[in-house]
């Protein structure tokens, strides 16, 4: 006799659960280093002009050049401040993510062990009474022999 579970698919449900947590913290991942990485572009590109606006300030550069830098660079500054609110969500949510995720180990771990149990519940009466039928096969053969 094959042990059966009567709560397997309540095991696979949380199984599914389980993944599909981790496919939304993988995803939540992806997204936290997208914005950074958008960050750090928008950082490298202020740097960039802040030196561009130096040697133009060291240089003879016409007015509107320097202004021109001086406008972009503030862009650059409030982009830059969005991308830091952008960031600080998406860390925000991985976190959330990676909370979700625990949640659902927990649970589908709780299932599998009390499975676990219940297997074993099975296997020690499947033991128990092929024990049992082969006392009852052992008496017979000595009342036999009697």
């Not at 409030?78 to 830091?84: G, H, L, S, V, W």
Request: proline letters at 0%; a neutral charge.
């Amino acid at each position: 006799m094959r042990f059966r579970y009567h709560l397997q698919k309540l095991v696979d449900l949380k199984s599914n659960e389980k993944e599909q947590a981790e496919w939304m913290l993988s995803e939540a991942v992806t997204q936290l280093l997208r914005e950074e990485t958008a960050l750090s572009g928008l950082l490298e590109e202020k740097e960039r002009v802040d030196a561009e606006l130096e040697a133009a300030a060291a240089e003879t550069t016409s007015v509107s050049r320097v202004q021109m830098l001086q406008h972009y660079s503030e862009h650059l500054e409030r982009q830059i401040r969005i991308k830091q609110g952008e960031v600080k969500k998406a860390q925000e949510n991985v976190t959330v993510k990676r909370t979700f995720l625990a949640e659902k180990m927990k649970e589908e771990k709780v299932w599998l062990k009390a499975r676990e149990k219940a297997e074993l519940q099975f296997v020690s009466l499947m033991m128990k009474k092929e024990q049992e039928h082969l006392d009852e096969i052992a008496l017979t053969r000595r009342m036999q022999t009697i």
